[in-house]
Each structure stands twice: as C-alpha cells, then as structure tokens.
C-alpha cells in the first residue's frame, strides 16, 4: 500500500510537472493597445482594426472612449473582431467603469466584444496611501462580482505608481491589498523612467502579470517614448524570461507613443521588432 502511494504521488507530481512544462511551451499571443493608433482609430475605428489585423495582431486592447459606446455599436464591433479572426483581449479604463455604479455597463460591453479583462488605467487624482488602499479596495469590490462571470479586472501602471509616497510604490499597495486575482498589468517604459526594475517586480507578483504593455524608453531626452521597440532602455529578454516563467503572462500588448515613422508604420515595425527580440 505504502509503495502504490508513493508510486501515485509521483506520478501525480509528474502530470503536474509536464502540465506547468506545456503551458510553459504555450506560444503567447501579441496584441496592440490601440491607444498606439489614436489618431487613426478616432477617424475609423473600423478601418484601424482592419488595419492592424492584416499587420498580424493578434487581438487589440481598446482604452477608455469604448465606454461611450452603444450596445449595438459594440456589437458591430465584436463582428467585426470575429470576421478578421481577431480578439479583444481587455480594456483600459477610467476609475469610473470600475465603480459600482459604472461596473455593469463596462460588464455589458466588454462581455459583448469579448474582452475578460477590465482594467484601470488611470484611478485619478489619489493624495496619499490611504488613497491608494481605496483605489485597492474599487479594485477588489469588482474583482469580486466579475468572477462568477469568469472575467477579471487589474491596474494599469503609469510613472505614478512606481514613484514612492512616504517610502511605499503605490504599485507595492495596491498588490498587498487586493486578492491575487486582481492582475498587474506592467507597462515596461512607465516603469523604467520611474527607476523601477520591472523585471524583479515581475519576480516579486508571480501569476499577476497576466498581460504586459510592451512600451520603451529612451534616456535620451530627445526621445523619451518615441522609440521602436528594443531601441530603448527595456531588458527584453529577461522581461520575456521573466513574464512566462513567473508572472504567469496570457497575452502581450504592443504599446507605442510616436516614432520616427507614422503611427501604423510604427505599429508594424514594433511588431516585426517583437518578433525578434521574443523568438
């Protein structure tokens, strides 16, 4: 008995050990946050995801204007979405889709396009700590009805929350006071020019980098942003290495905010530069 014990444990922990290797080898897919094309989108949001579907994305993330839209305006979107063979991954999102009040239309139109995240990019203006722990608890509060509904919400980095109020990130607050389904979205250059170290914050909040905003930066002042992808300050490959191995990475999003060239030309070439640098 002893023996068929041990010899069933080992061959549980094997499954698992081949299960983790599986999603390891999972090829994660790459989308574009279409706040990179916003010019372009505000003309013709159709024509823009046309657009980036024929670059080869994989799925987009639309930003917050999508919350001023109709049901059936969002469902002319998801069509659309279906017929280019594309998905909506997640939404950025002001602190108000997320409120109890503003929470079921961002339901409604994120179910209809078929995004499972709903992420909060910008929670306004937050004075101080106990500031932030409010923001967490919104956080939480949502994270708590979106569940039976088998989606999700998260926050959204900017320079902001990497900077520390009386010694403490407002990015380490947020993680410690909300559940661990509630998921960090990195957005890597925000965080670089803050003089944070991404890939050990990555290190720090295994399985809550769920998507990363694939954005560099340059210390040159002369361009900041307005850098291709892998031409800035961002380590790559160990943000790859990182995200896949502990962050627990589903999709990645393409996020640019000006080049050399023009914004599609941009979006494809940090695509093509993607592609290269992950492998």
Not at 49 to 72: D, I, N
Not at 79 to 93: E, K, M, P
Not at 121 to 143: C, F, I, P, R, Y
Request: charge should be positive; hydrophobic fraction near 35%.
């Amino acid at each position: 008995m002893s023996r068929h014990l041990i010899s069933r444990r080992a061959l549980l922990a094997s499954a698992s050990t081949l299960a983790f290797a599986q999603s390891r080898g999972k090829r994660i897919p790459v989308g574009l946050e279409l706040y990179s094309v916003r010019n372009e989108l505000t003309k013709d949001l159709m024509g823009t995801v046309r657009a980036v579907a024929k670059m080869g994305y994989e799925g987009v993330e639309f930003y917050s204007p999508y919350y001023q839209w109709t049901p059936a305006y969002a469902k002319e979107v998801r069509q659309l979405l279906d017929d280019l063979g594309i998905r909506c991954f997640s939404t950025h999102n002001g602190a108000r889709s997320l409120s109890p009040e503003g929470l079921p239309k961002a339901i409604e139109l994120n179910q209809t396009i078929g995004s499972k995240f709903i992420v909060m990019a910008s929670a306004g203006k937050v004075e101080n700590l106990d500031g932030w722990k409010g923001v967490a608890e919104t956080l939480s509060q949502a994270a708590e009805k979106l569940k039976p509904l088998g989606m999700r919400t998260g926050f959204h980095n900017h320079q902001t929350e990497f900077k520390p109020i009386d010694g403490k990130r407002p990015m380490e607050v947020l993680a410690a006071n909300t559940p661990r389904d509630v998921v960090l979205q990195l957005d890597v250059g925000t965080c670089i020019e803050a003089v944070s170290d991404p890939v050990a914050w990555i290190d720090h909040n295994p399985r809550r980098i769920v998507s990363m905003h694939c954005k560099d930066w340059s210390r040159d002042p002369a361009k900041g942003y307005k850098v291709l992808l892998g031409e800035g300050e961002a380590p790559w490959k160990k943000l790859f290495n990182a995200a896949e191995k502990t962050g627990g990475i589903e999709y990645y999003l393409v996020e640019q905010e000006g080049s050399d060239y023009p914004p599609f030309e941009t979006a494809e070439r940090c695509l093509a530069a993607f592609r290269k640098l992950h492998g």
